[in-house]
Every structure is written in structure tokens, then in C-alpha cells.
């Protein structure tokens, strides 16, 4: 490519010719068509909203459960009759610490999976291994959890994906 007002060769994507200063037109890059992309390329954006709203899912879920155990139990007193009103409760009776950790816990894996999700639209280079991370944590939850880590593991895990993963994350 040559400059059009000093004739000086110049690189195809450079701004301003280096002699004379004048402004260059860039040369338009396309995009390819939607049926020319590979297989990681089609899945990363559902594989996406799909571990946001999974995060969303885990923790709608945990909250309802509790909510529901703790009206469904909350007349019911200490089967021994001993103890004051509202301390020996079922089902968390004599384990007040229990619901603090497990929803801790839970919340910790709904922020992975948002963390995941959210890297995963982005496109971002440790998107793909941490995704790897989070399918091979979330493979033992029943249905929903062990379908999504499948589908990520389907999609991310063989070595060709790899490659395209990194071609699509520098676009």
C-alpha cells in the first residue's frame, strides 16, 4: 500500500503515512459469517448465560428450602420437652451453625459460576480453564448441575477446542 500524497510504501494498518503525515484509510476487516465459526466458537455465549443464570438457580433454590423448612418446622419443639421457645427447632436443631456455612458455601459457588459465566461472554484467555474448573466441581449436582458441567466439558474439553478457544479470544 502506498501513501496517495507522497507515493511512500506503507504498512496496510498504519494511521498516518511516517513521511508526510497524511491520515490513511484502514483497511475494512470483516467478520466471518455465523456458519463459518467452529464448535467452541458457537457454544462459548450460551455456555455463558447459562452459568450466570445457574449461579442465579443455586442460590434461588437454597433460600426457598430454607424459607420452607423453616416455616414448615417452626412450631416444633424439642422432642425431650425441654429447652425454650425457638431454640430446638428440626430440623437444625442443635446445629445453629449449620445454615450459615452451607449457604456461605453456596454462595461461594454461585460467585464461581457468575465469575465463569461472565469470563465466558467476555472472552476472556483463563475463561476456558476456569470453566474446566467449575464443570469438574458442579459435576455431582443432581440434573441441572451435571447437564451444564457435561455440556461445558462437551464444548471446552478436547484439545482442538482449546485452539479455537484461543483464536476466538483474541478477536
Same mark, same amino acid.
Given at each position: ?32 459469517? &455465523?456458519?463459518?465459526?467452529?464448535? *467452541?466458537?458457537?457454544? $462459548?455465549?450460551? %455456555? ?28 416444633? *419443639?424439642? &422432642? ?14 442443635? @446445629?445453629?451453625?449449620? $445454615? &450459615? ?6 454462595? $461461594? ?5 457468575? *465469575?465463569?459465566?461472565?469470563?465466558? %461472554? ?7 480453564? @476456569? ?11 443432581? %440434573? ?28
Amino acid at each position: 500500500m502506498f501513501c496517495s500524497a507522497c507515493g511512500q510504501p506503507i504498512d496496510p494498518y498504519q494511521p498516518f503515512c511516517p513521511r508526510c503525515g497524511r491520515q490513511t484509510t484502514p483497511i475494512a476487516t470483516c467478520t466471518l459469517p &455465523p456458519w463459518t465459526w467452529n464448535r *467452541v466458537h458457537r457454544h $462459548v455465549h450460551t %455456555l455463558g448465560i447459562l452459568w450466570i443464570a445457574y449461579a442465579g438457580w443455586t442460590l434461588l433454590n437454597w433460600f426457598v428450602a430454607v424459607g420452607i423448612l423453616s416455616g414448615v418446622f417452626h412450631d416444633f *419443639v424439642s &422432642p425431650f420437652g425441654h429447652g425454650f421457645d425457638g431454640f430446638y427447632r428440626f430440623p437444625f436443631a442443635g @446445629l445453629p451453625w449449620l $445454615v &450459615p456455612i452451607i449457604t456461605t458455601i453456596l454462595i $461461594v459457588r454461585a460467585v464461581l459460576c457468575l *465469575v465463569t459465566g461472565i469470563a465466558l %461472554l467476555r472472552r476472556e484467555p483463563w475463561a476456558r480453564a @476456569l470453566a474446566l474448573v467449575t464443570a469438574f466441581l458442579t459435576l455431582i449436582r443432581p %440434573l441441572i448441575g451435571t447437564a451444564l458441567s457435561i455440556y461445558t466439558l462437551w464444548v471446552l474439553l478436547p484439545g482442538a477446542s482449546g485452539q479455537e478457544y484461543d483464536q476466538i479470544a483474541t478477536l
